[in-house]
């Protein structure tokens, strides 16, 4: 149980084009899911907490017009990288958890290049 | 603020022996560990969790950890390594309350080779 989706797991896009990454948890109801972005061979540093019916709430020097974040339900939430750019190419992954005591579970994540 | 190092971006073991690989953390108040281990472009893998309870941790591919309150510690450790173990490693952690689910915090990573 607890499987995370997340779609696709890799996209090309011109720059200046938008992208949107779904992030669907299969079997359980996530009211908060997690996105994170990670550069080659570093950690996950972690973008923004998406909140069911309400606001993200994004991290510190993360722009909130250039990735928008919606989770309209209980099992999706989208990342859409606006206006890409190269510096935007990336390994963006997501997260969710039916409660801590089941643990986090992560998508198999999306590989992002901007040409 | 909560905060994890994992002081060696690399370890190497001869498959067969016994791995470790080192995590401390920080965090205010009861401490919710988690270890992953995430194959080349995918995604985290769940390999344990420390919420409570016994301080010997046991996982998923024979990966156990240990919780040591005193020294801030919850290493990964494998009583025999495979080649099949080379990895990168993440310890995460988050504060330990209840309600809503919080963000984890991850390291820095460690990468595992495990040679023949």
């Known amino acids: 149980g607890a499987v995370v989706s997340q779609h696709p797991s890799r996209v090309i896009c011109k720059s200046g084009t938008s992208v949107k990454i779904e992030c669907r948890s299969l079997?359980?109801?996530?009211?908060?899911m997690f996105w994170y972005r990670q550069f080659p061979k570093q950690s996950l540093m972690l973008m923004a907490t998406?909140?069911?019916?309400?606001?993200?709430?994004?991290e510190q020097g993360v722009e909130k017009d250039k990735f928008l974040i919606n989770h309209a339900s209980l099992t999706l939430s989208t990342l859409t990288v606006t206006s890409a750019h190269p510096e935007d190419s990336s390994f963006y992954i997501c997260?969710?958890?039916?409660?801590?005591?089941?643990?986090?579970?992560f998508g198999s994540g999306t590989r992002l290049t901007v040409v | 603020a909560q905060s994890v190092a994992q002081p060696e971006d690399q370890v190497n073991v001869a498959e067969g022996n016994p791995l470790t690989v080192k995590c401390t953390y920080s965090?205010?108040?009861?401490?919710?560990l988690f270890w992953y281990v995430q194959y080349p472009n995918r995604g985290l893998q769940f390999l344990l969790k420390?919420?409570?309870?016994?301080?010997l941790v046991k996982g998923s591919y024979g990966f156990e950890a240990e919780f040591n309150k005193s020294q801030t510690s919850f290493h990964l450790k494998k009583p025999s390594a495979l080649v099949s173990d080379s990895a990168l490693y993440f310890c995460a952690v988050r504060q330990g309350t209840s309600g809503s689910a919080r963000q984890l915090t991850f390291g820095s990573g460690t990468q595992l080779t495990v040679l023949p």
């Open positions: 079997d359980f109801q996530a009211t908060t």
């Open positions: 997260s969710a958890t039916p409660g801590v005591n089941y643990g986090y579970t």
């Open positions: 965090v205010s108040g009861n401490p919710y």
């Open positions: 998406s909140n069911e019916g309400s606001k993200a709430t994004y």
């Open positions: 420390y919420i409570t309870g016994d301080n």
